[in-house]
């Protein structure tokens, strides 16, 4: 059974950086395709960005360009999100989850989420 | 960015009702959307892709319709286990939205 599993909870002050992570297990080998997906507490989802391993490529959603890094490693079948500049509006569960295929489409798997806090 | 708008925010209803879902998109998406449920503290599951394909696993009660900017998401027999927060979900892009979400709560 594939399961990704993220890296553990994060308190960051703010003006920092946080950097999560997202392992595929269970079978995943070479390519894949992650997205980054936020929720922050009693709100919605928010893809934030993803990226197409095979293309090393990342995407990012309008909002958080210029402040999130999303990269891969196929070797490790592992994905990693960095933001910096962290506030408090940032407190959110932060989810990683994989498309089906070589491309963006539905999120097939997702990670157990790691909850980032930012406080002073 | 494609804005996803979903209706309504919250719904109420029982056990056995049959309970519909809208998604707009504004602008075409094809079939390109895709419906998740999520229950509190729990990561997302994906019940349709494609606008109408039900992922495996999932319980034929939920059923998927749409094309271009119109979708929606049918419960046809509301069960208990279904009372969770529901969202659409555009790919057509390289730039994915979600919509609001719509929590459905025991009336």
């Known amino acids: 059974q594939v399961q990704l599993v993220q890296s553990g909870a994060e308190v960051k002050k703010p003006g920092s950086s946080v950097k999560v992570s997202c392992k595929a297990s269970g079978g995943i080998v070479g390519s894949f395709v992650i997205s980054w997906v936020r929720q922050a507490p009693g709100e919605g989802l928010e893809w934030m960005g993803g990226i197409i391993s095979t293309l090393d490529t990342a995407n990012y959603a309008e909002r958080f360009q210029g402040r999130v890094t999303i990269t891969a490693d196929e070797s490790t079948s592992t994905a990693y999100m960095e933001l910096s500049s962290l506030r408090s509006e940032d407190t959110a569960v932060y989810y990683c989850?994989?498309?089906?295929?070589?491309?963006?489409?539905?999120?097939?798997?997702w990670g157990q989420g790691t909850v980032v806090i930012v406080s002073s | 960015d494609i804005q996803m708008t979903q209706s309504p925010s919250t719904l109420s209803a029982s056990v056995g009702d049959r309970v519909v879902i809208t998604c707009r998109a504004s602008q075409s998406i094809s079939s390109w959307l895709a419906w998740y449920q999520q229950k509190p503290g729990k990561a997302p599951k994906l019940l349709i892709y494609k606008a109408s394909n039900l992922e495996s696993g999932v319980p034929s009660r939920f059923s998927g319709s749409g094309s271009g900017t119109e979708f929606t998401l049918t419960i046809s027999s509301l069960q208990p286990d279904d009372f969770a927060t529901y969202y659409c979900q555009q790919y057509n892009s390289h730039s994915i939205t979600f919509g609001g979400g719509t929590k459905v709560e025991i009336k």
């Open positions: 989850a994989r498309s089906r295929g070589g491309s963006y489409s539905a999120f097939v798997i």
